[in-house]
């Protein structure tokens, strides 16, 4: 059964510096995989996907992420963060006809 | 742009009462999702739904939850019988390996 793991629960990061969230999938086949973002009392909105073809993904709000099949990683990351990215952050595996979530990262921006 | 709606935002209701909870899926797509988040915990599957009958559904999905499309746009879950461990945020999703989520419904039981 597919699993995602995301090592960090809370991230603090200064506004304007870099920003990397770990993610690693254990998937047998070749994984769909997906980053949503979750402000405060909001849903799940996407911020990228990979299916298939370059290993690096752009996303929404200057996001990207690179899946990594020999980590089984697929890292989020964003090179100069704003106040607003403040919000808890999903990874997921498609597989089985459902997604499988991470427990989440939340993160902090501190001005 | 199109999107997922939830109504309500929010519910609450006593413990052994029933509670519908809609969703007006994204009009062209095919599959329909329902996931819980409880207070903490990750996000879960609970059910999808493809051509008026359920596809894939987990363990914790048991008799006393049900779906239904009643018509051409709503996409429904019920609780038969709340239990206090269904309070959560229900999210329904359409679409197919992505899914496109609505704002949630937090349930709270009591």
């Known amino acids: 059964a597919q699993s995602v793991t995301q090592p960090d629960i809370h991230i603090t990061v200064s506004e304007g510096a870099s920003l990397e969230l770990r993610c690693n999938y254990s998937y047998g086949a070749t994984p769909y995989l997906f980053w949503y973002v979750q402000s405060p009392g909001q849903g799940l909105q996407l911020l990228l996907k990979y299916f298939s073809g370059d290993t690096l993904v752009q996303g929404i709000k200057g996001f990207e992420a690179e899946f990594k099949r020999s980590q089984s990683s697929f890292n989020l990351r964003k090179p100069s963060v704003h106040w607003s990215d403040a919000a808890e952050y999903f990874c997921a595996v498609y597989g089985l006809g459902k997604l499988v979530f991470g427990a989440g990262t939340i993160l902090r921006v501190k001005s | 742009e199109p999107e997922v709606t939830q109504t309500p935002s929010h519910q609450v209701t006593q413990m052994g009462q029933e509670v519908i909870l809609r969703c007006v899926p994204i009009?062209?797509?095919?599959?329909f999702y329902w996931y819980r988040q409880i207070l903490g915990q990750k996000v879960e599957f609970l059910v999808s739904?493809?051509?008026?009958?359920?596809?894939?559904k987990s363990e914790i999905f048991d008799d006393q939850f049900s779906v239904e499309r009643p018509d051409g746009s709503n996409f429904t879950l019920k609780i038969r019988s709340t239990k206090l461990e269904d309070s959560a945020m229900y999210f329904c999703a359409s679409g197919g390996e992505t899914q496109y989520f609505g704002p949630g419904t937090r349930l709270l039981v009591l």
């Open positions: 009009s062209n797509h095919l599959y």
């Open positions: 739904f493809y051509n008026n009958e359920i596809s894939e």
